[in-house]
């Protein structure tokens, strides 16, 4: 059973457009964080998020967190070909194990 | 060193074999992860360590696989008998005290292991 579902699982978009990717859960988590991966290298943390209705900015990416604390979502704007990977989102519960989605794979083309 | 630092880099294996892959995290995190990763997908949970608590090895796959952590630092992932179903990215991350509210994980760059 997976516990974090995200969507798309794959992603191919032009530079400029807008994009958005969604992680869902039937579980409550602490807090929710998202990652970036390239390939050959470890995720790297972009984001957590913690608070129920949380939206946190970092430059051109939106994070949300639901008022539920069971799902989040990440939006870009305008992407750039520099945006392409891996992203995932990883759910954390107090005392658990860091639990991860299975990823969006995003490439930007120019 | 400044990072979570794994080695092999790369190993590749017969079928049959033992393997033992090492994370050195970084000092003074508490918290250490090993997860498996398949080729463009998600993280598969392996083993947690935190502190002196027992660890978590509810994801171990089959009892072909330990994990063990001398000190509170160094870990080393053992996979006994390897099978191709094996061969993957394995990640370690450290973290300070356990996953929380705030706790940024650190990843190593993984070993890719191939079981040919």
């Known amino acids: 059973t997976q516990l974090l579902e995200q969507s798309p699982q794959f992603l191919s978009i032009q530079e400029g457009e807008n994009l958005t990717v969604y992680c869902n859960s039937s579980?409550?988590?602490?807090?929710l964080q998202w990652y970036r991966q390239e390939p050959g290298e470890g995720p790297v943390l972009l984001v957590t998020v913690v608070t129920g209705g949380e939206v946190k900015k970092l430059k051109r990416l939106t994070f949300q967190f639901g008022d539920a604390r069971k799902d989040s979502s990440l939006h870009i704007t305008a992407a750039q070909p520099g945006d392409t990977g891996l992203y995932l989102c990883?759910?954390?519960?107090?005392?658990?194990?860091?639990?991860f989605g299975k990823g969006t794979t995003l490439s930007v083309s120019s | 060193g400044a990072g979570v630092s794994q080695s092999p880099s790369n190993k590749v294996t017969e079928k049959g074999k033992d393997v033992e892959l090492r994370c050195d995290p970084i000092s003074g995190h508490t918290a250490l992860y090993w997860y498996r990763q398949s080729l463009g997908q998600g993280l598969e949970f392996l083993i947690y360590?935190?502190?002196?608590?027992?660890?978590?090895k509810s994801g171990l796959p089959s009892d072909r696989f330990s994990a063990e952590r001398t000190g509170g630092s160094v870990s080393t992932l053992t996979i006994q008998r390897t099978q191709q179903e094996d061969s993957a990215v394995y990640l370690c991350?450290?973290?300070?005290?356990?996953?929380?509210?705030?706790?940024?994980?650190?990843f190593g760059q993984g070993t890719r292991l191939t079981v040919v």
């Open positions: 991350a450290s973290s300070f005290l356990s996953w929380g509210r705030n706790t940024e994980a650190f």
């Open positions: 990883a759910g954390s519960r107090a005392g658990t194990a860091l639990i």
């Open positions: 579980s409550v988590f602490s807090s």
């Open positions: 360590f935190q502190g002196n608590s027992a660890p978590d």
